[in-house]
């Protein structure tokens, strides 16, 4: 087991973006987490990460072998979380050494190889293009060899490229080691990875189901029904 | 992990994060110009103010000249102390700090260091265009007003940076942190202003070793509370 969650809630004020939400995520899952602006995905994703702290619940986080530590999160969120006046590598080299990663300019260097941006490296980030800065982004997030990842939609702002460039690479996290939990409003990119589907609904999970055999117009018809009724609620108030 | 080498790897960490402030400053250079400029305006204001070269005029009010330099040494620094953190939430690198598994005091201390670094240099340059504005030659008793300077501006570093990441977040943290600093570094100014005095223009340092005790008191006091408290400050509520 890879992430366990129990009766999670998470208050900012009076508004409730977690709601008892119990969830667990076997190590090796690639969980595509649906739902409308607004659902709590975000926030839950901060709050596995440990950038948020639950108002009650608990999240625990276990892998084969080793301890629960956080080393063995890596988060892609909205922000690039890089230095724009920083080249390439050297917003890699330095977040390997914030993680304590060994060799950490071998590892920078291959990261952004494996990244396919070698020849940009030298380049400061805030010159690179929207593609380009993803792409770091997603190499920032791996460079420490997480064994779950969080990705907070990916796909947003790259273009046709760089979205085969990304999915390639999160075909390649499916190796049963990593375990990862995508969260995307774009059903196909999520479905298309995926072993397993959420749909979170106004802080609750509404729907889990195993991605085998699931065709996208179940998920669809789910989400929809989602979206309408907060849609719907939101008008008659 | 014996305690040597975690104490070893602690300091690494806390240069690692210091060196990528530096390095980013040192690029563009953009917060050293703007804040040596705006002490060089302060030390030229009140020399054409109170003709403060005039041998008269020291002997009439001999505070007035270790005020005039502690102005210009201590208020432009509030330029860097808010952006140290600013340039962190706005390009949402803070997170990726955040994320590392490294202990929150350490994130203190690495930017702790390189504002105090910072403050430094430019308080050594600041100094320089006093004694030359001011007419004061370098003598013996020069030494003394180093160790001055860096004891008054690691306290004012210290909270400072304390106060910078409280305040980066809210809208008018431009004004809100002097008005919050400030008061809290008077024991500072106060210190400073008056060791300043002796080594400045008496010739004996009866009270200059007390004046230091209390910077060394303050600098120990409010470096070790930041340090402790810095994790509840960068928390997301």
């Not at chain 1, 087991?1 to 899952?29: D, P, V, Y």
């Not at chain 1, 608990?58 to 080249?87: A, D």
């Not at chain 1, 060799?103 to 020849?119: D, F």
């Amino acid at each position: 087991m890879a992430l366990r969650i129990s009766h999670l809630t998470k208050r900012f004020g009076i508004f409730r973006a977690i709601s008892g939400l119990t969830l667990r995520i076997e190590e090796g899952q690639f969980v595509s987490l649906f739902g409308p602006n607004g659902a709590g995905k975000t926030t839950l994703l901060k709050l596995v990460a440990g950038l948020l702290k639950p108002t009650s619940g608990t999240i625990s986080l276990r892998f084969n072998g080793s301890g629960p530590e956080r080393r063995h999160v890596g988060y892609v969120s909205h922000q690039s979380l890089l230095y724009p006046e920083m080249t390439g590598y050297e917003n890699l080299f330095f977040y390997s050494r914030l993680y304590g990663v060994a060799h950490p300019r071998e590892r920078s260097g291959r990261m952004l190889e494996r990244m396919g941006l070698s020849g940009a490296g030298e380049q400061l980030v805030r010159e690179y293009s929207r593609g380009m800065k993803q792409r770091l982004t997603l190499g920032r997030a791996l460079l420490h060899e997480p064994r779950l990842l969080l990705l907070d939609e990916p796909y947003v702002g790259l273009d046709q490229q760089g979205n085969r460039l990304l999915t390639r690479i999160l075909r390649s996290l499916k190796d049963g080691t990593h375990t990862v939990l995508l969260v995307t409003h774009n059903l196909a990119e999520g479905l298309e990875l995926c072993d397993r589907v959420l749909i979170q609904h106004r802080g609750s999970l509404v729907y889990d189901r195993s991605s085998g055999g699931l065709g996208r117009r179940e998920v669809e018809a789910a989400y929809l029904g989602a979206v309408e009724e907060d849609g719907t609620e939101s008008r008659s108030e | 992990m014996s305690p040597t080498r975690r104490l070893l790897d602690g300091l690494g960490l806390i240069w690692t994060l210091a060196e990528k402030d530096l390095r980013i400053e040192l690029r563009s250079r953009q917060a050293f110009y703007t804040t040596l400029f705006f002490s060089f305006l302060i030390l030229m204001v009140f020399n054409f103010a109170f003709d403060a070269a005039n041998q008269d005029m020291r002997k009439a009010a001999p505070g007035i000249l270790p005020g005039i330099l502690w102005v210009a040494l201590i208020f432009p620094g509030v330029i860097q102390l808010n952006r140290s953190f600013q340039s962190e939430r706005e390009d949402g690198t803070l997170l990726g700090i955040l994320l590392s598994p490294m202990d929150r005091g350490l994130i203190f201390l690495g930017k702790f260091l390189a504002n105090w670094i910072f403050l430094v240099a430019v308080n050594l340059v600041t100094l320089a265009i006093f004694m030359a504005v001011y007419n004061f030659p370098l003598t013996s008793s020069t030494p003394w007003m180093l160790l001055l300077i860096l004891l008054a501006s690691l306290g004012f570093s210290a909270v400072g940076t304390l106060f910078g990441a409280m305040v980066s977040s809210i809208r008018t943290r431009e004004v809100l942190l002097p008005i919050l600093l400030f008061p809290i570094v008077i024991p500072v100014i106060l210190a400073a202003v008056n060791g300043s005095t002796e080594v400045l223009l008496a010739e004996n340092f009866r009270f200059l070793f007390q004046w230091i005790k209390i910077l060394v008191a303050f600098d120990v006091i409010f470096l070790a509370a930041s340090y402790l408290v810095f994790e509840y400050v960068v928390e997301e509520s």
